[in-house]
C-alpha cells in the first residue's frame, strides 16, 4: 500500500512558475513509476510527467517539454515538478500516482490505468 500526498498547487501569472512536491509513504519500488497527471474541467486526464525512483526512465508529454521537470527525492520519499513559464492552459487538477508494475528501463510510458495508487490532487490556476 502507498499514500501520496500532493501539495504546491495555487495561483500563478501567465509565465510564472510553481513547484508541486508529492510526499510518499508505505511501500514504494525504485523501479516503478511515479507520475504526475492532469485533469482540466470538461477534459480528460492527461500525463504530464513521470519518472522511476532509480531515475531510470524519465517522462514528458509533448505540451510540457522544456518548461516542466520532474525530479524526485529519494531520501524524503518526495517527487516534484518544477512548472517554469507557466500557461493558462496549464490550469488543472494536478495528481500525482505510483505505478501498479514496473516500468523498465527504455519501456513505453505507464498508461494511467498502470497506476495503482493516487494522491488526492492539488489545483493548479494560472491566470493570463
Known amino acids: 500500500q502507498v499514500q501520496l500526498v500532493e501539495s504546491g498547487g495555487g495561483l500563478a501569472q501567465a509565465g510564472g512558475s510553481l513547484r508541486l512536491s508529492c510526499a510518499a509513504s508505505?511501500?514504494?519500488?525504485?523501479?516503478?513509476?511515479m507520475g504526475w497527471f492532469r485533469q482540466a474541467p470538461g477534459k480528460e486526464r492527461e500525463s504530464v510527467a513521470a519518472t522511476t525512483w532509480s531515475g531510470s526512465n524519465t517522462y514528458y508529454a509533448d505540451s510540457v517539454k522544456g518548461r516542466f521537470t520532474i525530479s524526485r527525492d529519494n531520501a524524503k520519499n518526495t517527487v516534484y515538478l518544477q512548472m517554469n513559464s507557466l500557461k493558462p492552459e496549464d490550469s488543472a487538477v494536478y495528481y500525482c500516482?505510483?505505478?501498479?508494475?514496473?516500468?523498465?528501463?527504455?519501456?513505453?510510458?505507464?498508461?494511467?490505468?498502470?497506476?495503482?495508487?493516487w494522491g488526492q490532487g492539488t489545483q493548479v490556476t494560472v491566470s493570463s
Open positions: 508505505g511501500r514504494t519500488f525504485s523501479n516503478y513509476a
Open positions: 500516482a505510483h505505478s501498479s508494475r514496473a516500468w523498465n528501463r527504455g519501456g513505453a510510458p505507464l498508461t494511467q490505468y498502470e497506476y495503482a495508487y
